[in-house]
């Protein structure tokens, strides 16, 4: 069965310092990556997402992600962090083979510091 | 587009009653699924469905029912709450052809005492 596994429960960073999130997914055959992202109180909102071709790919706010199949890891990053950052950070798989359920990560909680 | 909606955001239960959790959507979104979000466990699949009439367990199923009669509701039942129970449920949807990105409502608060 897929897994997904979230490095780091609670990641606190400066404002302007770089975000780095890390996601690790076991499979043998790459499934489809996300990053939803929650904000306090809210439900999950869509960051970004590789389903094939290029391996970095381009979400929202200023995130990105690269897949890597040799390390089997879809770590998330921002050069830049900002106050409305803080949020939680769900990595997420979905076996192509599936109907499409979604296998999460049990979340990274990110602070940004002043 | 109200996108998905789901109703109550909060509820509080004793154990062994009974209630319904709505959710809908307007996006004529064939896939529809409810998950259960926990403290340090993220998300768990409790059932989900790929259209009107057809349903199918998640992860974890026990405890909930579900039916579909439309394209649009997809409600979840909880038979006899328990304090296990105690929750935050989000309902979502998607496309057929994109059912792996899905579109996610505010959430229900339950608690049950």
């Known amino acids: 069965a897929q897994s997904v596994t979230q490095l780091g429960s609670h990641v606190s960073v400066s404002e302007g310092a770089l975000v780095l999130l890390r996601c690790n997914y076991s499979s043998s055959v790459p499934p489809y990556l996300f990053w939803y992202v929650q904000y306090p109180n809210q439900g999950l909102q869509l960051l970004l997402k590789?389903?094939?071709?290029?391996?970095l790919v381009k979400g929202i706010n200023g995130f990105e992600a690269e897949f890597k199949k040799s390390e089997t890891s879809f770590h998330l990053t921002k050069p830049s962090a900002h106050m409305s950052d803080a949020a939680e950070y769900f990595c997420?798989?979905?076996?192509?083979?599936?109907?499409?359920?979604?296998?999460f990560g049990k979340g990274t909680k990110l602070s940004v510091k002043p | 587009n109200a996108g998905v909606t789901q109703t109550p955001k909060f509820q509080v239960l004793k154990t062994g009653q009974s209630m319904t959790l709505q959710c809908a959507q307007d996006m004529n979104h064939e896939y529809m699924s409810w998950y259960r979000q926990d403290p340090g466990m993220g998300l768990r699949l409790i059932h989900y469905s790929v259209g009107a009439g057809i349903t199918d367990q998640g992860e974890v199923p026990n405890g909930y029912n579900v039916s579909r009669s439309t394209t649009e509701d997809f409600p979840l039942r909880l038979l006899s709450a328990a304090p296990s129970q105690t929750s935050v449920y989000f309902c979502?949807?998607?496309?057929?052809?994109?059912?792996?990105?899905?579109?996610f409502g505010p959430g229900t608060r339950l608690t049950v005492l």
């Open positions: 590789y389903t094939t071709g290029a391996t």
């Open positions: 997420a798989v979905s076996d192509r083979g599936s109907q499409g359920n979604l296998i």
């Open positions: 979502a949807s998607s496309y057929w052809g994109r059912r792996y990105e899905q579109f």
